[in-house]
């Protein structure tokens, strides 16, 4: 159905040049220069990106929508960092900061013992006293309770600082992360790639370049990753473009990138609170422009945690595939910084979501193989 529309917009007299050509390469399947993604964003209206995003992703998975079942957990919000877009991250001495001890964590983990959770996603703050080796005790007990649960933990950020504190490589300290039970990183920390807009926004923190080089490292090692760009707060399309081209760039040396996803700002209980927050227009042109330009990326993943459950099922018709789990309630960071909505839906509740909008639910684990198919 795509394919007729993308071919009639072809024919239009009013389409402009430009729009044709883009719709042109997309419906040869080539790829889109950096001039023409700033276009996109800069000159075009979200039905035009709609159009050519859900005929990728519909060329791609047709109508199938992943998700999976998992739990988060969030060990700390402790954080030697001060990002100005985190609601999240607290010093020591504040009242709000917490750290699970591993007693916690086991208990966390034991409620899912016997359950069909496949993953287990592990995030928090930069603890200044935690190093590998903390961390991998912490990894080995979760193992032990579940074996065969998939342990996506740790953004590059965190890992940066546990690698240097315990006084190895990136590829040492990946490597013997991976000996623990790590089996792949989830991709936040990437935030904007842009060096001046990254000063304005986490200054203190790891620099894109070392970001990049630890979702290589990993890559090479057999670790896959997840890449991550926090968009609507300073930055302006050519950083968005920038950022997506350096993704872009790496997943072809690499091919080691599971998904993309747009982690959309949001605005309470932080430094920036007084940027509003982009609109869902918005949002649903960032996910159609994020499917267009990483041409080399299977899947595109909405956060349903982070943009609410009606945008999520709009979503899937701007190239995204994916939505994420079946989140438990212990994730803080968007509820933080403003998420009305408890994170948490059950599998039933996310097959509906996906059905009520004529798409098919398919469980998939971490690695995107299927689980069990949903018929409709
Ligand atoms: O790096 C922090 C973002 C990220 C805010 O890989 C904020 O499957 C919006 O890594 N508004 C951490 N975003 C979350 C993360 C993640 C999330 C979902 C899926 C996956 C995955 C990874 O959260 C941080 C930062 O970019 N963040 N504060 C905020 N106020
Ligand atoms: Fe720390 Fe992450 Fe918050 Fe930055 S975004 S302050 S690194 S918890």
Redesign the pocket.
């Known amino acids: 159905m795509s394919k007729k529309q993308i071919k009639e917009l072809l024919n239009l007299s009013s389409t402009a040049e430009k729009q044709k050509e883009i719709a042109k390469k997309i419906l040869d399947n080539k790829r889109i220069t950096t001039e023409e993604g700033l276009y996109l964003y800069e000159k075009t209206d979200l039905p035009y990106l709609g159009l050519l995003a859900n005929y990728i992703r519909e060329r791609r998975h047709g109508n199938k929508t992943f998700f999976n079942k998992n739990f988060h957990i969030e060990p700390t919000n402790i954080?030697i960092?001060?990002?100005t877009f985190?609601s999240?991250?607290r010093k020591f001495n504040n009242e709000d900061a917490w750290e699970y001890d591993f007693e916690k964590i086991v208990e966390l983990v034991e409620k899912y013992k016997d359950t069909d959770v496949t993953e287990v996603h592990i995030v928090g703050?930069?603890h200044p006293h935690r190093d590998i080796y903390y961390y991998g005790k912490m990894l080995k007990k979760i193992k032990k309770i579940i074996p065969d649960i998939h342990i996506k933990a740790f953004t590059a950020?965190e890992l940066e600082f546990m690698i240097k504190k315990s006084k190895m490589t990136i590829k040492g300290g990946l490597t013997k992360l991976k000996e623990y039970g790590l089996d792949s990183i989830p991709g936040g920390g990437a935030e904007i790639f842009d060096a001046d807009i990254r000063k304005q926004v986490?200054h203190e923190?790891s620099k894109s370049k070392t970001w990049l080089e630890i979702h290589q490292t990993a890559h090479e090692l057999g670790i896959p990753s997840n890449a991550t760009m926090l968009y609507g707060h300073i930055e302006n399309y050519s950083h968005r473009i920038n950022h997506l081209e350096r993704l872009r760039d790496l997943q072809d040396k690499t091919k080691g990138f599971q998904t993309f996803i747009p982690l959309k700002f949001r605005n309470e209980n932080n430094k920036l609170s007084h940027i509003t927050e982009t609109s869902v227009i918005e949002d649903l042109k960032n996910y159609a422009i994020s499917r267009i330009y990483l041409d080399n990326f299977d899947h595109i993943k909405a956060y349903w945690v982070m943009i609410g459950k009606e945008n999520a099922q709009m979503s899937l018709n701007y190239g995204v595939d994916d939505l994420d789990g079946t989140i438990d309630d212990s994730t803080k960071i968007y509820t933080m910084a403003g998420d009305k909505q408890k994170p948490s839906m059950t599998t039933n509740d996310i097959i509906k979501l996906i059905k009520d909008v004529n798409r098919k639910p398919i469980e998939r684990d971490t690695l995107y193989n299927e689980i069990k198919k949903e018929e409709k």
């Open positions: 954080c960092y001060s990002c985190c999240y991250s703050g930069v950020v986490c923190k």
